[in-house]
């Protein structure tokens, strides 16, 4: 097991260093020289060349490259030539509003899925599941900016039990905070919900029809027990997999309902800095949400061994 | 038959729907069980004997539809509502199935999949659940029993898993335990061993037990009773002794034709039983081996033969020219 989770941790390397490649040079690629966006209109020539020399804009990529990864290995990520602060301040400022609208997101979605699928893959192909089946593809389409407008209008303006935009820390007043975040959090989990279930309701359809349901029905053990201990946890792989995905997505922000309801959150600082062209919040960012990302996958990874003895045995 | 009778299959037709038309798994089957007999349930692939024990556990497939009746100890199974029906599954009426490797569940250790059956059907506090585990293990043969139960069926070998599997059958003392083809999935060298073992409990216990395979040599000098099967039917069926001693029924002696002798010269080919069981969605107007029957005569293409007993009562057999007849039309 030891060795199992090392190997993995190896195998981060590599991909967080093309996740720094890519992020640099993509960033690197952007039109327009960083010193003429930062001295505006009024820069002269004279100004503009000094500005590249104390920048280093002025050497060759791949120097540059190194440069800023030296300086992250070091914890510097750089500092915004707009607003002063570091990255590190900036983003530890936005993330905690990230990270819960995340959760409560996954909640509110895998509170919806995982009941669901697991009544529809029990009574696979009655008229309950057909009904849910239908729902649930009818909601893979629906777009999250038609949704969180359809929420905003029931229950911010027609309603008003909830208000449509705006955001309070959880310091400083955790109920104002939760009322805020209802919305956008159900708008998030009204998207990913259906995925959720589609992928359990027929990974369990598929377990039901195991020898060892049979088996387990032979014992004569009681329905609960054989859907809640026998088929979910083998069934549970790929609703690992999905919502481990949709984490790691959400620790980037979501660029949209954050958007619409206003809420000070990662995809909002890089939505800003790509309009300000704040390259230097832009690729910290990036470099940062594209690490959360691996470092996902890679707890999904050690989730599966937590599932499947087999795998943390070595015999898959 | 003496004593009395625990399981009693009466008139069962399993049909499953198929795209190709209704396919009869089973066709008017009609056996009886004795408290601690045993009976061999043999038949090639696709004859219906593991559809037939599936329709005694009613674990048929969904799509299925099942008629007649299940006598089991005075209650008949297909009507039990699905509670009465659960608790005594695994209790009274308890199952092994063919391939160990899919038949534990693969992540829940051994110890989990015995304590459950124990704690589900009997009043037992964990601590005499493990307790009753170790010696169930230890019962069936399993090395070091206490170390099994916090391993899974992954670290096992199939012989091992299979002997775990008849562990949770063997847990609550069941009068009924259905073997189906408990040693096919297994190395030749395990197989006796495992047949050794349920034939040990089967006394100890004081059970009766139904052994379906397709190997004439495993029922023979282990069961009480046999049943041939064929395409859905039964078509011949007598005391064991009786059976080897003369049968009657042409696929019979076929089935045991093909079995390997060991004190056959080498290079003997077997006789294999030419072509292939009908086509199930098609049943035939005659008997259905008649087709690779080498007796047949014309009336067995038109006309279906009865299971009927002949000299003696216990056994039956459905044909119209059974062995002996052909024997004297020889001499």
Request: charged share 20%; hydrophobic share 50%; with cysteine.
């Amino acid at each position: 097991m030891l060795l199992f989770v090392a190997r993995r941790l190896l195998y981060l390397i590599p991909v967080l260093i093309a996740v720094s490649l890519l992020t640099f040079f993509i960033a690197s690629l952007l039109p327009g020289d960083l010193a003429y966006t930062i001295l505006g209109d009024q820069a002269t020539p004279e100004n503009v060349a000094a500005l590249r020399k104390d920048m280093g804009l002025d050497q060759p990529v791949w120097i540059r490259y190194f440069g800023w990864l030296g300086n992250i290995l070091q914890g510097d990520f750089g500092r915004s030539f707009r607003t002063g602060q570091t990255v590190l301040q900036t983003v530890a400022e936005r993330l905690p509003v990230s990270i819960e609208l995340m959760l409560l997101a996954q909640l509110g979605a895998l509170g919806i899925g995982v009941p669901l699928a697991i009544i529809c893959a029990a009574r696979s192909g009655g008229p309950f599941d057909r009904f849910m089946t239908g729902t649930a593809f009818g909601m893979l389409s629906v777009p999250t900016f038609l949704s969180a407008i359809l929420l905003i209008y029931f229950f911010a303006v027609e309603l008003r039990w909830l208000p449509a935009t705006g955001y309070v820390p959880f310091a400083e007043d955790p109920l104002a905070n939760l009322r805020f975040l209802v919305l956008p959090s159900l708008t998030l989990a009204l998207a990913e919900w259906p995925s959720i279930m589609r992928v359990l309701r027929s990974d369990m359809i598929a377990t039901l029809q195991e020898d060892y349901i049979a088996l387990a029905k032979a014992k004569g053990l009681t329905p609960a027990r054989i859907l809640f201990v026998h088929a979910l946890k083998p069934s549970s792989l790929t609703l690992v997999t999905i919502t481990g995905i949709n984490i790691g997505r959400l620790i980037g922000g979501a660029v949209i309902v954050e958007t619409i309801f206003a809420l000070p959150g990662i995809g909002r600082l890089l939505i800003g800095a790509i309009l300000t062209r704040d390259l230097i919040i832009l690729q910290g960012v990036v470099l940062l949400v594209g690490a959360g990302f691996v470092i996902m996958n890679f707890i999904v990874d050690m989730l599966y061994a937590v599932l499947d003895p087999r795998i943390r045995h070595g015999h898959a | 038959m003496n004593g009395n009778i625990l399981l009693s299959v009466e008139d069962v037709v399993v049909d499953l729907p198929t795209p190709r038309g209704n396919l009869r798994a089973v066709d008017h089957v009609d056996l009886t069980v004795g408290a601690g007999r045993t009976l061999g349930v043999v038949g090639e692939s696709g004859c219906g004997k593991t559809m037939l024990s599936r329709a005694v556990l009613q674990l048929l497939p969904k799509k299925a539809k099942l008629s007649g009746r299940v006598m089991f100890d005075g209650q008949d199974l297909l009507q039990l509502p699905p509670e009465k029906l659960r608790k005594l599954r695994g209790r009274s009426l308890a199952v092994v199935f063919q391939d160990p490797m899919t038949s534990l569940n693969p992540v829940l250790t051994i110890g989990t999949q015995l304590i459950e059956t124990l704690q589900e059907h009997l009043e037992l506090d964990d601590a005499a659940a493990t307790r009753r585990s170790v010696e169930l293990l230890a019962a069936v043969g399993i090395p070091a029993p206490e170390q099994r139960l916090a391993q899974y069926p992954h670290q096992l070998s199939g012989g091992m898993r299979q002997r775990v599997a008849i562990a949770i059958a063997l847990s609550c003392e069941p009068k009924l335990l259905i073997a189906d083809e408990p040693t096919t999935a297994l190395d030749v060298t395990i197989q006796a061993q495992i047949l050794d073992l349920l034939a040990r409990e089967q006394r100890r216990r004081h059970m009766a037990m139904i052994i379906i395979t397709h190997d004439l040599g495993v029922v023979a000098g282990r069961t009480d009773e046999v049943a041939v099967m064929y395409a859905g039917r039964v078509v011949e069926r007598a005391p064991t002794p009786a059976l080897f001693k003369k049968m009657r029924m042409p696929y019979t002696e076929a089935l045991l034709a093909a079995l390997p002798k060991l004190d056959a010269a080498p290079h003997t080919p077997l006789p294999a039983i030419s072509g292939r069981p009908p086509d199930p969605t098609r049943p035939l107007r005659g008997c259905s081996f008649s087709p690779r029957c080498r007796y047949a005569v014309a009336r067995c293409q038109n006309e279906k033969p009865a299971l009927e007993a002949a000299e003696t009562k216990a056994h039956q057999f459905a044909c119209f020219h059974p062995i002996e007849d052909h024997a004297d039309a020889n001499a």
